[in-house]
């Protein structure tokens, strides 16, 4: 008797996602567990104290929902950009740049524009700043075919160190003393919450996850990042211009990545920070992976992730390590990923017909 | 017919078959592949295994090489149970096949390869051929250069190497999956006196063909399967060739359209002074010049590896010439001009994407489409694609799971939508079955009938002389016979495709 994997010939259903991502979960449940115990922790109630602090009452949800906002928006433009087979790491960066686009923009402005024009120019401003940031990737990779996955990777570090030079030195905020902060974009520029208080930026990512849906489905657009992800040549048979394919589908990933970093100045800390971003936009490649890069899943994973944020910072409350939660998120990241993979292959188990 | 009864074989004095197939069934989903399929093989004979595209031919041989793991029945090697579903046990008793797609390692010389695959667990390779090895290549007559490598090559040499690493792995059934499919005729001459002799000293071999004059000079019995089940197991002599391709399509009639009549339209195709530069740095087409008029169907004939190919793919824009001028009637981008690949699975068609996607490629940014994409448009145009040769497919399903026939139908469906006026086709017949490619054929004349140009690259003689108003021979990169379909022969275009080998 052996086991045997074999390719399945079919495409999964939904009911097959589904399932996968149940037994991915509580493979996922039973190892944390197992961890907790070993680490002498109660399982029952770190578990129980993660999920209070994710969803528990009202104004957890409602910080759930508010730090899904950055997730999920760089989540989206990862899965734009994996369309056509172009990875993304450099969200990140682009999420940076465009807080720091958006904040050049508010600090610039003065300060009796109209509300609704300054919301308008500062998340503008981060989305061009967030593009500009990919196509320092983008260019290189149409012109030379240098690595979109190692330059969107090394541009983070670079546009990180930008930061901390700006609101260390030429940004730094007088008022704030020692704190690496620059001073507050202007009043008008700031996005208020929505449904009581959740962040303004979340109306923004149901939008986005809904423009993914419609690009993939509806759009010429989309359709060449399709072909052009999944055979070059069929692309350069069928006339697509396979340079402005890959300037435009990682410019449009970095331009999301670039609102999340805007919407972030703009809805929540209203200043330029190095503490912006726990790293959202690494979360996000993360997320757009677990989701399959299909758009509800989106929505629903950077939820889940951002519930596993705040939940992590309850923990930390009650004194058991926040870092728990971060091996909670990789043992969930391993587990549901496995099962994806297994979701594809069909396990028979063979009886031997000879010796 | 006769499947059910076990009729006494007797080849070369033996009784007891090599290999036997007891009731083998696979299905996919709701696909029956094969359906109670039994057949046997006598050691020192070859099998022709025919069968239109998805009569099951490729799924029994993926049971006998251990890649399927069928639902029921079994194989025996020597009259002994072999273990099902594991390629290492199938090389072990002896199974071996050579697919279409080598499995060569370019970079590598020959013997190396053969070493490879002969004495995996060394960890030394040894520099030259073994005995053994060289045993094989003197039995059998190979004749191969084993120190150079195989990226040097030609497809006929790199098909006996094939063979011979195959064989040194202990093969005694081999299984040819079409291979004369990349042969000239003279090269395919060569392969059958090669299978002769490795068949007289009691090894086997199951030949895969659509060509039935090669079955017929070549093979000793014929098994014909037909929507998985075999129906015909008998001897091969005496039999005609309509004779076969009865058994193999069954009650369809296949009958082929007359020829264009040849009403020289205006010039669709102008190529003056042409040249493409291979990837070793010569000349793959030397200084041709040509003209294609509408209501013409010219075919491009020639031993494999004279500049055809490239000749066709840089009319259709997939290699840029490095001189000379191409003029053509309409554009790739606008309507007009369709371009039909030899390769259709990530050329033609992108694999990774649905029917319907495919069925789109290329045509996306013309009319009835914008920068939006209706679904019902969408699906509108992809019933169209699918409609013009009777492809039966859910639109959103995978691409890659259609048949080779039902690739090329969409292929050429897709690009005969909106009836262009010059068509290229680089061999649009290549490994269909008998009544797929009277199709295709049929579809081309019809095309051209109604003035359109065609110029279509082509490996079967017989079937350019039956369609083509004009026929173009290529030798080495030049084109050296221009004539007429009508004021030429089988024989002056035999002679004309060698003259530059044999000189």
């Keep these: 008797m052996r086991v045997r994997l074999e390719p399945r010939l079919t495409d999964p259903t939904l009911a097959a996602y589904a399932l996968r991502a149940a037994v991915g979960g509580g493979l996922a449940l039973a190892l944390s567990a197992g961890l907790l115990a070993l680490s002498d922790h109660p399982p029952a109630s770190v578990l129980d104290a993660l999920v209070r602090g994710a969803f528990g009452s009202w104004p957890a949800v409602q910080s759930t929902l508010s730090k899904a906002v950055p997730i999920g928006l760089c989540a989206v433009g990862i899965a734009l950009a994996s369309r056509a087979n172009l990875i993304n790491i450099g969200a990140e960066g682009q999420f940076f740049f465009g807080a ?59 546009c990180l160190l930008w930061i901390n030079y700006l609101v260390r030195g030429p940004w730094a905020d007088p008022l704030t003393f020692s704190f690496p902060y620059s001073p507050p974009i202007l009043d008008a520029g700031q996005l208020g919450p929505v449904f009581g208080a959740i962040q303004g930026g979340f109306p923004v990512l149901l939008a986005a996850v809904a423009l993914l849906a419609v690009v993939d489905s509806g759009t010429r657009w989309g359709y060449e990042l399709r072909v052009a992800g999944d055979a070059p040549e069929a692309a350069r048979y069928s006339g697509i211009n396979a340079a402005w394919i890959v300037i435009s589908g990682l410019c449009a990933s970095g331009a999301l990545a670039g609102l999340a970093g805007a919407i972030e100045i703009s809805a929540t800390t209203g200043r330029l920070q190095t503490g912006l971003s726990p790293g959202y936009g690494f979360m996000g490649v993360l997320v757009a992976w677990l989701a399959g890069g299909r758009p509800l899943p989106i929505l629903l994973v950077s939820i889940l992730y951002a519930g596993l944020l705040n939940g992590g910072f309850s ?12 091996v909670l998120q990789a043992t969930i990241l391993i587990c549901i990923l496995g099962a994806g993979s297994l979701a594809r292959y069909r396990i028979r188990i063979v009886r031997s017909t000879t010796a | 017919m006769n499947a059910g009864f076990p009729i006494p074989l007797q080849v070369n004095g033996a009784t007891a078959p090599l290999c036997r197939l007891q009731g083998v069934t696979k299905s996919f989903g709701k696909l029956v592949a094969n359906d109670d399929v039994s057949f046997s093989v006598m050691p020192g004979e070859v099998v022709a295994l025919l069968g239109e595209n998805g009569a099951g031919k490729s799924t029994a041989m993926n049971v006998l090489c251990g890649l399927y793991l069928p639902d029921a029945g079994t194989v025996e090697v020597d009259e002994r149970p072999m273990a099902l579903g594991s390629p290492a046990a199938s090389v072990a008793r002896g199974i071996g096949m050579v697919h279409q797609q080598f499995k060569l390692v370019p970079s590598l010389t020959a013997y190396e390869n053969v070493s490879l695959a002969v004495d995996r667990g060394r960890v030394w390779q040894r520099r030259r051929p073994s005995d053994e090895v060289r045993r094989l290549m003197a039995e059998v007559g190979f004749d191969l250069d084993m120190g150079k490598p195989v990226w040097r090559m030609s497809l006929a040499e790199r098909q006996q190497l094939e063979i011979l690493r195959v064989l040194a792995q ?71 060739s309509e004779e076969i391709a009865g058994l193999i399509v069954g009650t369809r009639s296949v009958s082929l359209a007359a020829r264009p009549a040849s009403a020289p339209g205006p010039e669709r195709l102008v190529v003056e002074n042409l040249r493409v530069t291979g990837h070793s740095g010569r000349d793959s087409v030397h200084d041709v010049s040509f003209k294609v008029r509408g209501g013409e169907l010219v075919a491009v004939v020639g031993v494999a590896g004279n500049g055809q190919a490239e000749l066709l793919d840089a009319i259709g824009g997939q290699k840029p010439p490095s001189a000379g001028r191409i003029v053509a009637s309409g554009s790739r981008k606008g309507r007009g001009f369709a371009f039909i690949p030899a390769q259709h699975l990530g050329v033609a068609l992108a694999p990774g994407l649905s029917i319907e996607d495919n069925a789109l490629l290329g045509v996306h940014r013309r009319k009835p489409f914008s920068v939006w994409l209706r679904r019902r448009e969408v699906r509108r145009h992809c019933g169209r694609v699918q409609d013009t040769f009777g492809v039966v497919a859910d639109p959103d399903s995978a691409i890659r799971r259609l048949s080779g026939g039902n690739l090329q139908r969409i292929v050429l469906g897709r690009e005969l939508v909106g009836d262009p006026d010059l068509i290229v086709a680089s061999y649009p017949t290549r490994g269909l079955d008998i009544a797929a490619a009277a199709q295709i ?63």
């Design chain 1, 100 to 158: 720091f686009a958006a904040t050049g923009i508010g600090l610039c402005l003065p300060e009796d524009t109209a509300h609704p024009l300054a919301v308008a120019l500062v998340l503008g401003a981060g989305l061009l700043g967030g593009a500009a940031w990919a196509a320092l990737a983008a260019i290189p990779r149409a012109v030379l075919g240098m690595s979109e996955i190692l330059t969107t990777l090394m541009l983070n570090y670079i």
């Design chain 2, 441 to 503: 054929r049929n579809a081309l004349i019809a095309r051209a009938a109604a003035g359109a140009a065609v110029l279509m690259a082509s490996e079967e003689l017989e079937e350019c002389l039956a369609i083509a108003t004009r026929i173009l021979v290529m030798s080495g990169g030049r084109i050296v016979l221009d004539r007429a379909t009508a004021q030429t022969s089988l024989n002056e275009i035999g002679r004309f495709m060698t003259a530059a080998e044999a000189s």
């Design chain 2, 170 to 240: 202990g093969a005694r059934i081999l299984i040819l999956d079409e291979p004369t499919s990349v042969l000239s005729p003279l090269e395919s001459e060569r392969l059958f006196m090669l299978v002769r002799r490795i068949v007289a000293r009691g090894r086997s071999v199951i030949l895969i063909s659509h060509k039935l004059s090669e079955i017929r000079q070549v093979a000793s019995r014929l098994v014909v399967m037909r929507g998985g089940r075999v129906v015909f197991e008998g001897s091969a002599a005496g039999r005609s």
């Design chain 1, 315 to 326: 923990l930390q409350i009650a004194h058991i390590p926040g870092a728990i939660s971060t």
